[in-house]
DNA sequence: AATAATATGGCAACAATTTATCAAGTCTCA
DNA sequence: TGAGACTTGATAAATTGTTGCCATATTATT
C-alpha cells in the first residue's frame, strides 16, 4: 500500500504539503493541491488509519457493548447507533456482555484497550460504583437504558417507570382488576422500574398489587410461556397479563393459546418494547413503543457533539414510551 | 496511560525483556518475567493495541459487513461470528451495504481503509467479479451466503436450492399442487436458488411451475402481504403458499388472517430461515431451518485457521438446510 | 520596487510498539 | 574449570502518520 511519502514523490512535494493536504487545517494553493490529490488517485493511497491513530491519538472508533448481538431490541438500538457513527466516518466495534458482571467488566477492558474513542454501554450486571469509577478514567462512557445521577449528562433513558404505568393504566381502562404480572430479572434497572410503574398504576386505580399474581421471568420467550403456566397451575384468577416485555409476551401468547385460551377475550396480554414482530403476532400485540432506534442515535449523537467537537447537534437525553394499543388486549368481557 | 518503557524502568529490565514477556516467543526466566508482570500489574499496564497493530502489521480486528444491522438473520449471523472471534482475543468492525451496490463497496472500502486483517461479506448487490478482484488485493476476503466458484475456498455457503427443493416438496407431500410462492429479489443469489429449488421439486412432481402463482417480494413482511393481496386481488386459486423467507411469510400469514383465512386449513404456508420469532407465531411457521449461527462460527474459524494461523480448526464451507414441519402448514383437505 | 502576506520545504520530534542483532553476562554439567 | 547453552541488555531500524518550527520562495498589495 502506498504510503504518504510516496505521494510526496509522485507529486513533488514536501511530506508537510502532503499533510497539509489531507487535514485542511493550512491553506494550499489550488494548483499543489491538485497536484497531490492527482498524486493520490494514481497511486490509489489510503492513509493508514492505524497510523493516523497512533500519532493523533483518536482512533474513530466507538466501542459498544449489548447484552446479547441477537435479539431485536439491541439489533435496532445498535442499527441507531451505527448509521449515525458511520455517516460521520467513524465506525463501531462491539462486543456483548452477556448481562454477566464478570463478562460485561472484561468487554469493557477489551474496548478500552482497543483505545476506542469513547464507549457505549447496555450493561446490566454491573454496580453503579463500578460505572462512576469508570468514567473518572480516559475514555468517555455513555449508557444506553440505564440512569446513573451522578453521570446523568452521559445517559441516554427511557422512563421506563412511566411506561410500566401506561402498560398497566391501559389494562385497567379497559375494566380489568385481576391483573397478572410476569416481571424482568430484578437486577437490571429497566425490568425494576417497569415493575414501579405498574405498581403506580394499580395503586392510583385503588387496586391492590397481589404478590401471588406476580412471577419473576428471564425476559426471553420461555419466561413468559412459564410465567403464566405458574398463574394457571396455581389455579388462580387472571383476566389480564401484563410483560415486562415482548419476548415474554410472545411466550405467554403462545403458552394461552396452546392451553385453549380464546385472545384476547379469555385473556388480555400486553408487552413492552413494540419489537419488530409484534405486529406479526396473532393478536397483534398491544405494547409500549420503546424509541430504542431513536436512543441509538441520540447515543452516537452525543457522542459526536462530546468526543468529536461536532457542536451543533441538539441532544435530548430523555425518552418516552407511548402505548401501542393492538388486539391482544382488550376490555374486560363479563 | 503506562507504556512499555515505564514497565521496564520499573521493573528494572531492559525493554527487550518487556517485550520478550508479552508476546511469549524467546525464553525469559521465571524470576525477569515474574518481575514485568508484577511491574504491569503495578501500573495497570495495557499494551497499546494501536501501536502494536502498526509495528506487527496486525490489526486484530475482522471486519463484517451485513445488510442490515437489525433483523433477526443477521443477528444471529453477527452473533455467531462474534462470540468465535472475541474467544480469541480478535474484534469486529461492523459496517452496513444496505443491498446496495455503492453502499457495499464503500463498506468494503471503509473496512479495508481500516486495515482489517480480513473481512466477512454478506453481500448481495456487488458483482462477482468486483469480488474476485477484491480478492486479489491484501485483504483477505470471506462471502458469506454467497458462492463464487472462483473463491470457493473462502465461502461459506447454503444450499439454498437444496432449502427451497425441500419447502416445496414438503407441500407437495401434503398434497398440494395449486401453490402460490413469493420470492425474494431475484438479483440475491440465494433468492434466485431458493426458486430453483422450488421449480425443481414441482418438475420432480410433475406439476407445471405457473407463472401468475409467482410474485416477486422485498424480503419484509410487507412483500409477503402484497404478494398474498396480489393474488388474492387477481381471484387465483391456490392452496398453499411458499414464501422465500420467515418476513414474508408472516407478513403473508397477517394479512391471510385479516381476510379471514382459517390457517393452515384453507392456506398452508411455508417460510425460509428459521428465524427465532418463526416459533412464535400464531400459527408457528412451518419453515426451513437455516443454521446461520453455526455458519457464521464457521466463517470466524475459518479466519482464525487461514488468517491467524490456527491449524487445527475444522473447516466445513458447505451447510445443509433442513425441514421444520410446525403448524402454518397442513395436508390438503377437499 | 518595497513590503507584506502567503505558500512551501525541510527537518525533527513524537506516538508505542515489533523485530533483529550482537555482545556480554550467567548458569549448567561434565 | 571450561564449553556450551541460556538469558539479558543495549541499540537501532522500522511501521506510517501528525505536528510544529523556521527558513525560504513565491505571490499580492500599495
Redesign the interface.
Known sequence: ?ATIYQVSELAGVSLATVSRVMNKNTRVSDKTKQKVLDAMAQLGY??????Q??ASNC?N?VGILVS?????F???M??GI??EL?AAGK??????GHSEEDKEQEGI??L????CDAIILHVEAVSDDYLIKLSQG?TPVYLMSRYVEQLKDNCISLDNQLGGYLATKSILDQGHTQIAYIAGPQFKADAFNRLEGHKQALTEAGVKFDPTLYYIGDFN?TGGSKGLKHFIDEKLSFTALVCANDEMA??A??YA?EHGYNLPNDLSIIGFDNV??A????P?LTTIDNPV?KMGEMAAKLVLKDVYQNKNLVINRFFEPTLMQRDSSAPLTV
Do not use: C, D, W
Request: aromatic share 10%.
Open positions: 500500500m489510503k492513509p493508514n488509519s492505524i497510523a491513530s497512533l482512533t472508533s446479547e448481538l441477537h435479539g431485536p439491541f439489533a435496532q445498535m442499527a451505527e448509521s458511520r465506525h463501531v466495534i462491539i462486543t456483548t477492558e477489551f478500552i484497550s482497543r483505545r480516559s420467550e410472545s411466550g401468547m403462545k393459546r419488530i414482530f405486529n406479526y403476532l396473532y397483534t432506534a
